[in-house]
T-cell receptor, first 111, second 112 residues
Framework: DVKVTQSSRYLVKRTGEKVFLECVQDMDHENMFWYRQDPGLGLRLIYFSYDVKMKEKGDIPEGYSVSREKKERFSLILESASTNQTSMYLC??????????FGQGTRLTVV | KQEVTQIPAALSVPEGENLVLNCSFTDSAIYNLQWFRQDPGKGLTSLLLIQSSQREQTSGRLNASLDKSSGRSTLYIAASQPGDSATYLCAAIMNRDDKIIFGKGTRLHILP
């Protein structure tokens, strides 16, 4: 079974902190994605990556950056966390013939 | 730009009934259409994947259909059970860039 693991289920951070959300997949997938999910807005794509060291902006990249130094790991970085970044963050991976697999989610609260 | 719409946003039905969840998309240049289930506070679990060359997929009590020409997919749940209560999301996976575009989901509640 494909496994996508997000490093934390719950995080509480202070405004202005630098926050790292980690995602690891174990099936050698090329594509990896970061989404945030908010009530009434659904899942919105923040960034995605087709390969190591490659990244593409999604629909809402402002305030975020990403890093993909190894194929299995895709990190989402909040450079200076703000309260409007309180959300559920979901990581996904897929092959080039894509079926997407998701992690369990990280619920981030910025206070 | 691809837009994915799910109707209804919420649905309550008595246990044992068959039901249909609807998903529509504006851009037919999709690679796959995937249905997910999400329980409160949890991640997404893949239910069914329909490739663009297929018309339907079945898994147990679930059947998903795809009509690319009309931009529609449906998820049919037979003999619903309280354990089916969850939010169901459909996602279109695009040909040109592998992007995954989601609908906002249908929140399903099965009444015991």
């Amino acid at each position: 079974d494909v496994k996508v693991t997000q490093s934390s289920r719950y995080l509480v951070k202070r405004t202005g902190e630098k926050v790292f959300l980690e995602c690891v997949q174990d099936m050698d997938h090329e594509n990896m994605f970061w989404y945030r999910q908010d009530p009434g807005l659904g899942l919105r794509l923040i960034y995605f990556s087709y390969d190591v060291k490659m990244k593409e902006k999604g629909d809402i990249p402002e305030g975020y950056s990403v890093s993909r130094e190894k194929k299995e790991r895709f990190s989402l970085i909040l450079e200076s966390a703000s309260t409007n970044q309180t959300s559920m963050y979901l990581c996904a991976s897929s092959l080039s013939e894509p079926e997407a697999f998701f992690g369990q989610g990280t619920r981030l609260t910025v206070v | 730009k691809q837009e994915v719409t799910q109707i209804p946003a919420a649905l309550s039905v008595p246990e044992g009934e068959n039901l249909v969840l609807n998903c529509s998309f504006t851009d037919s240049a999709i690679y796959n259409l995937q249905w997910f289930r999400q329980d409160p506070g949890k991640g997404l679990t893949s239910l069914l994947l329909i490739q663009s060359s297929q018309r339907e997929q079945t898994s147990g009590r679930l059947n998903a259909s795809l009509d690319k020409s009309s931009g529609r997919s449906t998820l049919y749940i037979a003999a619903s059970q309280p354990g089916d209560s969850a939010t169901y999301l459909c996602a279109a996976i695009m040909n040109r860039d592998d992007k995954i575009i989601f609908g906002k989901g249908t929140r399903l509640h099965i009444l015991p």
